[in-house]
């Protein structure tokens, strides 16, 4: 068994309802997102194949990436896309004390303008995402998690399955989660060109969140 959830339950989302699981969905508009990038190789070839399909997406970028490719970062936004922070160097909210938490989302939130958040592995703590407004230096931060997880950086599971898992479960208004990263680059490769084709026969409207 799997220890995620493709589609996230209903529990999840009474319980933490300040926190963003879908968008707004007038015009059947999905949202893409990709986690962990940017990456030197990996996230050209994304923009690439959402510039094909007149799709816009928002990238949860890691800060320490960001630092190490700044003209990509930047291709990202000139690009129409949106971006978010994920913290400098991909921290686990649970098994981080909450000051040095922030501080990783500071340093982050030097390199990644904004409002919108995703903490790494959707686990945050309470504490935690009250400091984010503070750490971020925005008003009011969006703690953006995801409606369906594609499981691409499942190595144990094949691409035709990380395709069914989004095709499956989205839906006007889907905040989809896949990564730019090198774990997730096999199933990435051959799923996101099956999702964006379907996505524009179903007549969806790939948007930036
Ligand atoms: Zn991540």
Same mark, same amino acid.
């Given at each position: 068994m799997h220890? #995620? $959830?493709i589609k996230t339950p209903w529990l999840l989302r009474r319980i933490f309802p300040k926190y963003v699981w879908e968008a707004p969905a +007038? @015009?059947? +508009? !999905? #949202? *893409?997102? $990709? @986690? @962990?990038g940017p990456h030197e190789t990996i996230t050209p070839w994304v923009l690439d194949q959402l510039a094909q399909f007149d799709a816009k997406a928002t990238f949860f970028c890691i800060g320490k990436n960001v630092a190490a490719h700044p003209g990509l970062f930047n291709r990202i936004t000139t690009e129409g896309h949106a971006v978010g922070n994920h913290t400098e160097n991909h921290r686990n909210g649970w098994k981080t004390p909450?000051?040095? #938490? *922030? /501080?990783? !989302?500071?340093? %982050? +939130? %030097?390199?990644? =303008?904004?409002?919108l958040f995703r903490p790494p592995y959707g686990r945050i703590r309470a504490a935690q995402a009250r400091g984010l /407004?503070? %750490?971020?230096? !925005? =008003?009011n931060p969006q703690v953006i998690m995801w409606d369906v997880l594609s499981a691409d950086f499942d190595r144990s599971i094949r691409s035709a399955q990380c395709t069914a898992n989004v095709l499956n479960h989205t839906r006007p208004g889907s905040i989809i989660v896949f990564h730019d990263s090198?774990? /997730?680059?096999?199933? *990435?490769?051959e799923a996101l060109p099956v999702v964006l084709r379907t996505f524009r026969e179903r007549g969806y409207v790939m948007k930036a969140l």
């Open positions: 220890r #995620y $959830f +007038a @015009d059947g +508009a !999905v #949202y *893409l997102t $990709f @986690d @962990d909450v000051e040095e #938490y *922030l /501080a990783n !989302v500071r340093l %982050a +939130a %030097a390199r990644i =303008p904004g409002s /407004a503070s %750490a971020m230096g !925005v =008003p090198e774990k /997730a680059w096999p199933n *990435l490769k």
